[in-house]
């Protein structure tokens, strides 16, 4: 099995450091929502009471349109996503500027109110009781685990794009709809501009080379506790 690829940057003025948060302590602190401006994390959000609002394809569509909207909108750096029926696990850079709990304070209110617009009935109303209002969708915070090296950066991938295999959903990540793996395959992913060009603009990349396949990243399953205590 080969190397996993590293992340590298392309310009003298972009160090790896911009990209990958230096290592404070000796681990993690468990689910801290990093306060740095431009921090990289591992998220997941998830819906109130664990209701499954996003298992109709629809909704997922609209969701990953949603997510994207806002990563345009803010300037953050979509590396990795996977949607699933009651949560959404990301890997992203929250924007420059921007502590990750800001934007995804953002994104859960903007979405939120848009999927709502669309969701049926009997799903409302298990999100009511769940939330006692009318307004709620998402759990009031999320889980984030800052990423300081390569080796937890290509861990969180793996974790996030096997979770469909796991809920006995498909047998090979890249048949999930509503992850990033299959961009990954086709090497649409790049270190500075993450998948949200590739998806916008629907073309590859062409980063042969730089772009670690199903067959490199798949090799080892990873749970989240584990992830936790990587250097």
Known sequence: MGRLPTLRATSPAQPLQAIILPMAGDGYVRWTNSPDAGA????????????????????????????????????????????????????????????MSKFMQSFK????LELRKSISPWILERLKKAGKDNRTLWMRSFRGIPIRTERVFWACIRYLHLNPIRAGICERIEEYPWSSARLFEECRWSVDEGIVP????????????????????????????ELLRMP
């Open 40 to 99: 990289l994390m591992f998220v997941t959000t998830t819906v109130l009471g664990y209701t499954p609002a996003l298992r109709n394809p629809r909704e997922k569509d609209h969701l990953l349109s949603l997510i994207l909207e806002s990563c345009r909108y803010h300037g953050a750096v979509l590396h990795a996503y996977c949607i699933m029926d009651h949560h959404v696990h990301l890997v992203l850079r929250a924007p420059q500027g921007m502590a």
């Open 109 to 112: 209110r903007h979405s939120a």
């Open 198 to 225: 590739s998806l916008g603009k629907a073309r590859t990349l062409g980063l042969a080379g730089r772009c670690p396949t199903t067959k490199q990243l798949w090799w080892e399953d990873i749970r989240s506790h």
